[in-house]
């Protein structure tokens, strides 16, 4: 490929990524990708008046290494004449709180230190390391989950604070410069580890598509570019669409219209309805989407967030579901061990297993779990919220009512119907996604446990 430095530039000077006098923070981790964007925007905004704060925050994953990390990045700032700013935060206890997954609940406290440093000082932007490795990954892991045209189109150079300068730079061309410039750098050594998903595409999936293409990372990250242009255009269509259907109106969507567009739009039609009435498409699936595109006359559905959506015979109305509305009535499904059912009022499927314990490959996840085997009681149930539902969160002294649970959490009062839980007997075990019950807590000593995993059945 060309110069590094040139084709840096190149995609600072394409997507307006850095300006002339503007302040910026750069997230730096210590690696050699956050290293060598470090290095190459000082050389590359010298004389432009652009000040550049680092950034670092201490995940502790890695105890000592983690800390020597906060200290590497400190003394490079510091040698480069550069601001630092550093912050500590337990993730593992954040995980153990949420029940996120280590890359989702890493990637929400980082985003916001970054976020709230950029508005201390007054920052024009937010620098990350995103390269065009990373890009393809991104691209094959959407779609192995099965995604569609925005899933495919992964990465964007910007998106709204967050720059990216290195996404058309592969891992290779950032240790060749690394390596020019003997830069200094230090190796995460999870990222060697299997047990994530993006590790595997990476150790695994990546290296055996070389052996197709051996520039199927470009060819990759190509395809992402492609697919975000091309969703770009599709999403300014859209919103020209909704206009002329009538969506913020009171008569609402006009039905016999919306049929009569692709399906491409339809369902484009249907998630953007959906994100101006709550500011995000999070949440909202296939499966939802394509209900609502089937919804009979007369009929209404609940959605993610609080959200109805009615059909009035040729009309699509959105609302707020009012706050003593229930979401969805899902009447008690009994889970074998081991089993698997299907819960389609809310799209998930509910898989139980039992196996050996302590089992070295089990990492427990948002929608993982494992259970002593010895007090749980049959039939386990997988259903909704009951009126005077009580449990014992994990790390809770005594039962909480789940509706005040949920009201801590900042559960949105719609989403809460939807939420499933699993019971033995009558006791809540797991308010799945969210909080196991300290009653049915793994010991030291168990031999066997049941591990309890919940799909999007689109994804099942």
Not at 168 to 182: A, F, G, P, Q, S
Not at 348 to 376: C, H, M, S
Request: with cysteine.
């Amino acid at each position: 490929m060309r110069n590094f430095k040139e084709q840096v530039l190149k995609t600072i000077t394409k997507y307006k990524l850095i300006s002339p006098g503007k302040k910026m923070v750069a997230a730096v981790s210590g690696g050699p990708d956050s290293v060598a964007m470090l290095h190459v925007i000082l050389e590359l905004t010298k004389g432009w008046g652009v000040a550049v704060h680092v950034a670092h925050l201490n995940h502790m994953f890695r105890g000592a290494q983690s800390d020597e990390e906060a200290d590497f990045v400190q003394q490079l700032a510091g040698s480069w004449g550069l601001p630092c700013a550093l912050e500590k935060h337990d993730v593992p206890a954040y995980i153990r709180q949420t029940g996120y997954s280590p890359e989702e609940a890493a990637r929400n406290v980082r985003y916001r230190f970054l976020r709230s440093l950029a508005q201390d000082i007054g920052a024009n932007g937010i620098l990350t390391a995103h390269h065009a490795d990373d890009q393809a990954e991104t691209v094959l892991l959407h779609l192995i989950r099965g995604s569609g045209l925005e899933g495919v189109a992964a990465i964007s150079p910007k998106e709204e604070d967050l720059c990216r300068p290195l996404l058309e730079v592969t891992k290779e061309d950032i240790l060749t410069y690394c390596r020019i410039n003997k830069l200094e750098y230090r190796i995460d050594q999870s990222n060697q580890e299997t047990d994530y998903m993006r590790n595997k595409i990476r150790l695994r999936l990546v290296p055996e598509l070389k052996e197709y293409n051996p520039r199927v990372v470009q060819a990759l990250a190509r395809t992402a570019d492609i697919c975000r242009v091309e969703n770009e255009f599709l999403d300014g269509l859209t919103g020209e669409y909704l206009k002329d259907l009538g969506f913020g109106e009171k008569k609402g969507i006009d039905f016999r219209k919306l049929s009569l567009l692709h399906p491409a739009l339809q369902r484009r039609v249907v998630r953007r309805a959906f994100e101006a009435m709550i500011g995000k498409q999070e949440g909202l699936d296939y499966h939802h989407t394509e209900r609502v595109l089937n919804l009979s006359t007369g009929k209404e559905l609940c959605l993610p967030g609080g959200i109805y959506v009615r059909r009035n015979y040729d009309r699509l109305i959105f609302g707020l579901l009012p706050s003593d509305s229930r979401m969805t009535e899902v009447e008690p499904t009994e889970l074998k061990l081991p089993g698997q059912v299907k819960i389609p009022e809310i799209g998930v499927v509910v898989q139980a297993e039992i196996g050996k314990w302590p089992d070295e490959r089990f990492i427990r996840k948002k929608y993982i779990a494992a259970f002593n085997t010895d007090i749980l009681k049959e039939p386990l149930l997988i259903r909704t919220r009951r009126r005077g539902d009580r449990f014992q969160p994990r790390g809770g002294k005594g039962t909480k009512k789940l509706k005040d649970f949920f009201i801590d959490e900042k559960i949105p009062r719609g989403e809460r119907d939807r939420v499933p839980l699993l019971v033995s007997g009558e006791q809540i075990v797991w308010v799945i996604g969210h909080r196991l019950s300290q009653q049915f807590l793994l010991k030291d000593n168990d031999k066997k446990a049941v591990v309890i995993q919940v799909k999007n059945m689109d994804r099942a």
